[in-house]
């Protein structure tokens, strides 16, 4: 189903502590390094909605950033 929603929050319902909301895939313009060197990248947004009784926020980021690597480079995952 497509309802046009390119990212969002999602609302932690007890008994969980954290929940993640993950966006639609979009192509996104992008310049990297040189001005001049534009290219399109598929990008998607992850939102981590966490309860801080429960859990520290930097724990909640470092798993954001787990999830990125894992999801940029899958071969990773088994070295």
Known sequence: ????IDRFT?????PQSAILAVGAIKR??????DINTLFTKRMVTMTLSA???VMD??????F???IRKILENPEDIFK
């Open 28 to 33: 996104q313009l992008i310049s990297e390094g």
């Open 1 to 4: 189903m497509k309802v046009g």
């Open 10 to 14: 999602a609302i932690i319902n007890p």
């Open 64 to 66: 954001l950033v787990d």
């Open 51 to 53: 309860d801080h009784r």
């Open 57 to 62: 926020g930097a724990k909640a980021a470092h």
